[in-house]
């Protein structure tokens, strides 16, 4: 097997690409699940309300404007072939170069602070918050998944005892989504980790939230886990922003992993209607 | 009930306002969140005066997009209302009329809504482009070295509100949800 070379500046400019592309139009799984919770929302405050947000993806092609002012982290999800040499640069500078061009000369809004406690502004939304996964071939995929504050605020983990068992996993989730009301800007997404490590499992969470809305998980168990969870939280008639109704949630992904004997640990990574992602493969 | 109000807010204006009404706002608002808050409190402390006058005001909860050439403004749907909590009483003693912002507030802020006959109104949270459709005109009146921080008076026209907290203790996250699930029995 050969290896391929890719450019840097490849991957800079499709980084650049993609970080417009996600922040002003929705993928097509999301903006369908819009359309369809609106149809069948029979609350109507909820339905007027969930007209408004579509009109809002309207507004947002149509003026060129973010479909969220929360253009959020530059989460970047990197799918690395083996087989692939990147020249040129670091592919971490790459990426963050990548950020800095799409979100200063894309108009986006720059919200990192450099420092968690000392609070400076970056001013070009850098560092990227990158994932690498290193996969067989030679392919280089790459995700650009901008994440607003208001849900990842209000996202939580647990370390569950293992007797505590799926009733321990459903109630927590439950109890995060009734937490957190009407503060991600519901109708809401989320990624669910189960297992793993305290670390893995929140990555299992986040990674969860790439997944379309119109795949269930591969695995039946986990897949009828997820109707189940999406159901009881829709039956909590949050509702649209939290004024009631029957959407809630337009979607619920699992990603489960092998743990510790010892451990059952779940985190509950929200997201809100503005569930944004974008990829291109190199 | 749908309400066309005009800024500034006055206390009567206010009163038939409830949670779960709609509200078409126009007039003048001014913008600030978390950094302009602890900004306006140091301001306060000092018993020197605020940015603009608080008495009647609309203060709406936004950090908006940069705005492309030729835009008024970028996409300026609202942040999380609840970091604010605790400067917000202290500013409604001052005779801040009405707030915009998304989500829960604390009990000290319910209380000071009631108190002083104000009232807080939800922007449609991720709505960025459609807020800022009803945005005429912005400008910075101070602190830009706050960036989207920084405080901002913009003139809105009909500007797309619904009633969460009301003068009289009513609280649409509780009440909305509530008269939804009662529907279902
Ligand atoms: S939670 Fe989502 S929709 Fe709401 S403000 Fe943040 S990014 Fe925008």
């Given amino acids: 097997m050969s290896v391929r070379e890719l450019k840097a500046g490849a991957i800079t400019r499709a980084v650049e690409q993609l970080c417009l592309r996600a922040n002003l139009t929705l993928p097509d799984d999301v903006h369908n699940a819009m359309q369809r919770a609106q149809d069948a929302e029979p609350w109507p405050l909820a339905k007027q309300t969930l007209g408004l947000l579509r009109q809002n993806e309207q507004d947002a092609l149509a003026k060129n404007l973010p479909i969220c002012q929360d253009t959020g982290m530059a989460c970047v999800f990197i799918e690395l072939g083996q087989d692939v040499h990147i020249t040129g640069g670091a592919l971490r500078d790459a990426v963050n170069e990548g950020v800095r061009r799409g979100y200063v000369g894309g108009y986006l809004r720059k919200s990192i602070t450099g420092d968690p406690l000392r609070r400076r502004n970056t001013e070009d939304n850098t560092p990227a918050f990158l994932t690498v996964d290193l996969v067989p071939g030679d392919r280089c995929r790459i995700t650009v998944a901008p994440k607003g504050a208001g849900s990842e605020n209000m996202s939580r983990l647990g370390m569950l005892k293992p007797a505590d068992g799926v009733q321990g996993v459903k109630d927590f989730v439950l109890e995060t989504v009734r937490l957190a009301g009407s503060n991600p800007c519901p109708p809401i997404v989320l990624g669910v980790g189960v297992g793993g490590s305290f670390d893995k499992c929140a990555a299992l969470a986040k990674h969860a939230l790439l997944r379309g809305l119109d795949i269930p998980n591969p695995d039946p168990y986990y897949a009828s886990l997820e109707w189940e969870l999406c159901d009881a939280i829709n039956a909590l008639g949050i509702g649209p922003q939290g004024f009631g109704g029957a959407t809630t949630c337009l979607g619920v992904a699992i990603e489960q992993a092998p743990t510790h004997v010892a451990c059952l640990p779940v985190a509950v990574n929200i997201n809100c209607h503005v569930t944004r992602r974008a990829s291109a493969e190199l | ?185």
Avoid at chain 2, 24 to 49: C, I, N, P
Avoid at chain 2, 74 to 97: E, I, N
Avoid at chain 2, 138 to 148: F, H, R, S, T, Y
């Fill in chain 2, 1 to 185: 009930m749908q309400y066309q109000l005009n800024t500034p807010l006055t206390r009567e204006a206010l009163a038939p306002l409830r949670a779960g009404d709609t509200v078409l706002l126009s007039g003048t608002v001014y913008t600030a969140r978390d950094a302009a808050h602890a900004r306006m409190m140091e301001l306060l402390d000092k018993g020197e005066a605020l940015p603009f006058d608080i008495a009647g005001a609309a203060v709406y909860y936004v950090g908006p997009t940069p705005e492309r050439p030729g835009q008024v403004i970028g996409a300026a749907g609202p942040t999380t209302a609840g970091r604010m909590d605790k400067f917000t009483p202290r500013l409604l003693d001052l005779g801040l009329a009405c707030m915009i912002g998304k989500g829960k507030r604390d009990q000290a802020v319910k209380a000071s809504v009631v108190k002083n006959g104000a009232v807080y109104l939800a922007a449609l949270g991720g709505a960025g482009a459609l807020m800022a459709a009803s945005i005429e005109s912005c400008e910075i009146i101070a602190w830009p070295d706050l960036g989207c921080e920084a405080v901002r008076r913009l003139r809105v026209r009909d500007m797309p509100l619904t009633v969460l907290l009301d003068a009289h203790g009513g609280d649409l996250y509780q009440s909305g949800p509530e008269a939804y699930l009662q529907s279902l029995v």
